[in-house]
Structure formats: structure tokens, C-alpha cells
T-cell receptor, first 113, second 117 residues
Framework: KQEVTQIPAALSVPEGENLVLNCSFT??????LQWFRQDPGKGLTSLLL?????REQTSGRLNASLDKSSGRSTLYIAASQPGDSATYLC????????????FGQGTTLQVKP | GAVVSQHPSRVICKSGTSVKIECRSL??????MFWYRQFPKQSLMLMAT?????????EQGVEKDKFLINHASLTLSTLTVTSAHPEDSSFYIC?????????????FGPGTRLTVL
């Protein structure tokens, strides 16, 4: 059974810091891995999708990497801003084109001005 | 593109009533839609997978008679919470995948917050 774990559960940093959020999964046979942002009481905003054949994706100050062999993905946020404060969720697509997404518990980030 | 909407965004109802939540893909056809539930300060849990024109597939522990799912068209799936009770209060989010997208990427709706009094 695929399990997705995110560490740390919460993180507080001063503005301007570079930071890394971690995501691990137990079964390396994942299809894709996706990072989302969720603001309090709101839905999900997709940040980056890494397909199975890819190792990383970049969008602006965000960079996500995927290492299937070690069962890990990281989300790197450069020059953090108070507006980055939110909960970040990673989700693994199960292989076999079932379409099922298994979510981690999330990392709640607070960036202090 | 790939926008998914949900209606209503927020609903408050009395215990024992039924509530219907709609999930629509606005600019694409979605043969598969997914329903998730999120309790406060917890992550999303998949409830069921719905395919257009067929019965939904429910995850273990999800009561299919409690959570009725209908996927009548390629752009609409509905979730009906029957005889709702306070423990059904949660944030319900749907997602949809584009029928011919080989990556199976899911696009998420904004969610519906259900409060049962």
C-alpha cells in the first residue's frame, strides 16, 4: 500500500530564506508526483507536476525534484516571501493508470516578514 | 484551460437532510472524476472514483449508500450526502482528468464546505 509522508509538518522561517520541503513515498512504482498549495479554507492550487520519466520541474522560485529509486521528492522554494505562507501537499499518482492520488499530510509553512 | 468548478462552495444543513454537491469540468471532457474529503487540519482522502456512464468505485470504508455519486455526463459529476449527520461535516473536493491526457493529471475544484448542524 502506497503511503506518502511529508516532513516537517510545520515550518516557520524568516522572509528571504531558501527552504526545502520533503516528501517520501513507500512504493517507487509511482506514475507521477505533484505538489500543491492550499491556503486556509481554500481548495488546491497545482504548483508542479513531475512525470515518471522526469527528475525535476521548475516554475519561478519553485523547483521540485523526484528520485523514484529513493522514494523521495523535494520542493525547493527560493527567496521565500510572506505570500508563500500556506500548506504544501505532495501527492503520488499510483502506477497502472488508475488515476488514484495518494496525498501526504502536508507541510504548513509560515514565512515571517 | 482545465477548469473545474464546484457548487455550492458552502452549505449548512440540518441533521437528517440530504445535500447535493456538483462538480463540473468547464472546458474539457472528463471521463473520470474523483471525490475527496478533507477533515480539519488533515490531508485529502480519496472517497470514490467516478466514470461517466458507470457506477462509481468507492474506497474502503466509504459507504456507497451514504455518499451517492452520479456521473451522468462527460462534464458533470454529483455527490449526494444522504441523511447527513454532524460527523459528515467536512471539506469535499472533486477533481477531473482529461479523457485523452496520457499523463492522467487531475484538475481540482475549489471545494465545498459542508456543515451539518
Amino acid at each position: 500500500k502506497q503511503e506518502v509522508t511529508q516532513i516537517p509538518a510545520a515550518l516557520s522561517v524568516p522572509e528571504g530564506e531558501n527552504l526545502v520541503l520533503n516528501c517520501s513515498f513507500t512504493d517507487s512504482a509511482i506514475y507521477n508526483l505533484q505538489w500543491f498549495r492550499q491556503d486556509p479554507g481554500k481548495g488546491l492550487t497545482s504548483l508542479l507536476l513531475i512525470q515518471s520519466s522526469q527528475r525535476e520541474q521548475t516554475s519561478g522560485r519553485l523547483n521540485a525534484s523526484l528520485d523514484k529509486s529513493s522514494g523521495r521528492s523535494t520542493l525547493y522554494i527560493a527567496a521565500s516571501q510572506p505570500g508563500d505562507s500556506a500548506t504544501y501537499l505532495c501527492a503520488a499518482y499510483l502506477s497502472g493508470n488508475t488515476g488514484k492520488l495518494i496525498f501526504g499530510q502536508g507541510t504548513t509553512l509560515q514565512v515571517k516578514p | 484551460g482545465a477548469v473545474v468548478s464546484q457548487h455550492p462552495s458552502r452549505v449548512i444543513c440540518k441533521s437528517g437532510t440530504s445535500v447535493k454537491i456538483e462538480c463540473r469540468s468547464l472546458d474539457f471532457q472528463a471521463t473520470t472524476m474523483f471525490w475527496y474529503r478533507q477533515f480539519p487540519k488533515q490531508s485529502l482522502m480519496l472517497m470514490a472514483t467516478s466514470n461517466e456512464g458507470s457506477k462509481a468505485t468507492y474506497e474502503q470504508g466509504v459507504e456507497k449508500d451514504k455518499f451517492l455519486i452520479n456521473h451522468a455526463s462527460l462534464t458533470l459529476s454529483t455527490l449526494t450526502v444522504t441523511s447527513a449527520h454532524p460527523e459528515d461535516s467536512s471539506f469535499y473536493i472533486c477533481s477531473a482528468s482529461i479523457w485523452d491526457d496520457p499523463t492522467d493529471t487531475q484538475y481540482f475544484g475549489p471545494g465545498t464546505r459542508l456543515t451539518v448542524l
